[in-house]
């Protein structure tokens, strides 16, 4: 009990300083879950070995998990998902994982067995829907057709990875998890039925609820948080994936309140991100062996690079043929389908199923895991450079760079203040041209800073 408080003590601390060392980065170009994943992998098992993760900070994180996902879920409009460019986002993630099966069983370095390539080719088409959220928040991009775009594809590379994740990854056979799914997507759908029948005919029982949500009773977060954990406990019983019942908990929430409550939303957001979600990104650090990612680099690199290839470009190609996004700018496509590669729960996910079952080795893992929190830094940073950076200047700079390798930062630097400079005119163009159909977001800032 004392070596989980202490370690306890230890996550708290680095979940109040790492948004103060994100902060320190010019622009925040670094996400704070990035500076989470490093001090967890510093102070975890591998490294210093401060933090000791037990059965209780296991829960914590799994609970942590579970609310990354519950918001993610609630973000998400059903009319988006079926729109063409959500039939598109769909579509594409099925091509995708064709592609990653292809890439994967050609690819040496991994054993020749059906789960390994099953569990890498899933890792590979995952998108961190519920990690960049909040990113696209801190940026403006909510309610703009880039978030639009990246909620029509992402949304889907978060819910198809979490049914293949259950179907494929099972001891159970194909027929008999199918089934499980169709009995949990019932006692889903019951869940959002009931409490919203209860509210349309302003029942006794809604109207406490209602009456007593900022009270000391506080029983709408209590609401929420009894369908978070019974649809994660379901998932459990059933033997899913607890990302399965977060994800179902936020539709079911969003059915529940399709016009949104503030004051929920806000109070959720306290819960989750005060506590809950630094928490599992610190103990996903914890699993990162950096022992294991430096005696198998290269595999770190061609994981990162074939993240793109097999994630990014099917993306960028599928917004292109899509008549509702093939007038986007060039860059706008390309920050959307950057934003897409950003993974990392669902790798963890992934990792842990494989690794349980016997079917991949923890060094293996780790690098995995490792790859993905590359990701969450590297996949934002360049879809804020590719958005915002005048194409012309971007070409410019690079030449200079080629030419004169040793001066690589004065050019960088010399080149960020020109955009700067020209950025009031770049965000002009893009809030008439690239987000002209869209609404404004809810922060009121068009924008990236």
Not at 105 to 134: D, K, M, N, R
Not at 201 to 222: L, P, Y
Not at 330 to 356: D, E, F, H, K, M
Not at 414 to 439: G, I, N, T
Request: glycine content about 8%.
């Amino acid at each position: 009990m004392e070596q989980e408080l202490i370690s306890l003590l230890c996550i708290v601390g680095a979940s109040f300083a790492c948004p103060l060392l994100s902060a320190l980065i010019p622009n925040k170009l670094i996400p704070e879950t990035v500076f989470l994943l490093v001090v967890g992998m510093v102070l975890g098992p591998n490294v210093l070995g401060v933090i000791e993760v037990g059965d209780a900070i296991s829960l914590l994180s799994d609970l942590g998990l579970a609310f990354l996902f519950l918001l993610a879920g609630y973000e998400i409009e059903p009319a988006k998902m079926r729109g063409a460019q959500g039939r598109h986002g769909s579509i594409t993630w099925f091509i995708t994982f064709a592609i990653a099966l292809i890439v994967v069983i050609a690819w040496p370095g991994f054993e020749q067995a059906p789960l390994v390539h099953l569990s890498v080719a899933i890792c590979l088409t995952t998108t961190a829907y519920g990690t960049i959220v909040p990113i696209l928040h801190e940026r403006g991009l909510i309610g703009t057709r880039i978030g639009d775009g990246v909620v029509a594809y992402g949304v889907w590379g978060e819910l198809w990875p979490v049914i293949a994740i259950a179907l494929l990854l099972s001891s159970r056979s194909m027929w008999m998890t199918g089934l499980i799914l169709i009995a949990f997507a019932g006692i889903a759908v019951l869940s959002a039925f009931i409490p919203a029948s209860l509210k349309r005919v302003d029942s006794r029982w809604s109207r406490f609820i209602h009456e007593n949500a900022d009270t000391n009773a506080q029983m709408t977060v209590r609401a929420v948080v009894l369908l978070l954990v019974g649809l994660v406990c379901v998932s459990a019983v059933f033997s899913l994936d607890i990302v399965l019942g977060a994800f179902a908990a936020g539709f079911v929430l969003r059915v529940i309140m399709p016009e949104g409550d503030d004051a929920t939303e806000h109070k959720l957001h306290g819960i989750s991100y005060g506590f809950f979600v630094p928490l599992f990104f610190v103990v996903s650090g914890t699993k990162i062996d950096p022992s294991a990612v430096a005696t198998d680099p290269v595999l770190l690199v061609i994981f990162v690079v074939a993240l793109m290839l097999v994630r990014m470009v099917p993306i960028y190609a599928a917004l292109s043929l899509c008549k509702e996004s093939r007038g986007m700018a060039p860059r706008v496509r390309a920050t959307i389908a950057l934003y897409c590669t950003t993974a990392l729960p669902l790798i963890v996910a992934v990792t842990s199923v494989a690794t349980a079952a016997g079917a991949m080795t923890q060094d293996a893992a780790s690098v995995l895991v490792a790859a993905g929190g590359i990701t969450v830094l590297l996949m934002p940073f360049l879809a804020s450079i590719t958005l915002h950076t005048i194409d012309a200047e971007m070409g410019r700079a690079v030449r200079e760079m080629r030419h004169e390798p040793k001066r690589v930062l004065p050019i960088m630097h010399q080149h960020l203040q020109l955009e700067r400079a020209k950025r009031p005119h770049a965000q002009h163009v893009l809030s008439k041209r690239e987000m002209s159909d869209a609404d404004s977001p809810k922060t009121g800032a068009n924008t990236p800073s």
